[in-house]
Antibody
Framework: QVHLVESGGGVAQPGGSLRLSCAAS????????MHWVRQSPGKGLEWVAL????????YYADSVKGRFTISRDNSQNTLFLQMNSLRAEDTAVYYC????????????WGQGTLVAVSS | EIVLTQSPGTLSLSPGERAILSCRAS???????LAWYQHKPGQAPRLLIY???NRATGVPDRFSGSGSGTDFTLTISRLEPEDFAVYYC???????????FGQGTKVDI
């Protein structure tokens, strides 16, 4: 059965850091591009970042560029999101998603991990 | 940047009724790169429709998508109890690569 399971969420102080993980199973992780998407409390979905299957390209939303880094370990079937210089507005549930095709859509999503940035 | 506006904000219907959800883009969506997702509280979002009208794997045929340019529609022909959820449209931009979501339509009883 195909699965994505996020972990690593928690409470961080403004200016702090967190590293999220997304463990993939049931499919050949190394052949898929992967995304991070977030949902702030009471709001809609916001795309965060994409990484190609071979790490050849990475793309970021303007709101996180320079602060967040997406990476992956294909040998461990795991996707990561390193979040630095956290702000209150980064508070959200963070989802990882498998890319369907050409970076256009997410066809498999995890259930998310909650990040709360507060002093 | 393309802005997606979904309407209505909330759709109150009963099982068995038809639901028609709208997604309007501020500029033409190239190559019909538009998707619809279903999202229930505490669950993973689910891809329903991609490329405006293609059903994703395993999606029942009561879900259909249509439209092009700036106007897109998701139709649920006969609501089942499990269809009550929030629905988002999403557009893919290639240069720069980005996704834009609408604000969502809640379908409730």
């Amino acid at each position: 059965q195909v699965h994505l399971v996020e972990s690593g969420g928690g409470v961080a102080q403004p200016g702090g850091s967190l590293r999220l993980s997304c463990a993939a199973s049931g499919f050949t992780f190394s052949t898929y591009a992967m995304h991070w998407v977030r949902q702030s409390p009471g709001k809609g979905l916001e795309w965060v970042a994409l990484i190609r299957s071979d790490e050849s390209d990475r793309y970021y939303a303007d709101s996180v560029k320079g602060r967040f880094t997406i990476s992956r370990d294909n040998s461990q079937n795991t996707l990561f999101l390193q979040m630095n210089s956290l702000r209150a507005e980064d508070t959200a549930v963070y989802y990882c998603a498998r890319d369907l095709r050409k970076g256009a859509y997410g066809d498999l999503w995890g259930q998310g991990t909650l990040v709360a940035v507060s002093s | 940047e393309i802005v997606l506006t979904q309407s209505p904000g909330t759709l109150s219907l009963s099982p068995g009724e038809r639901a028609i959800l709208s997604c309007r883009a501020s500029q033409s969506v190239s190559s019909r790169y538009l998707a619809w997702y279903q999202h229930k509280p505490g669950q993973a979002p689910r891809l329903l429709i991609y490329d405006a009208s293609n059903r994703a794997t395993g999606v029942p045929d009561r879900f259909s998508g249509s439209g092009s340019g700036t106007d897109f529609t998701l139709t649920i022909s006969r609501l089942e109890p499990e269809d009550f959820a929030v629905y988002y449209c999403q557009q893919y931009g290639r240069s720069p690569l980005t996704w834009t979501f609408g604000q969502g339509t809640k379908v409730d009883i």
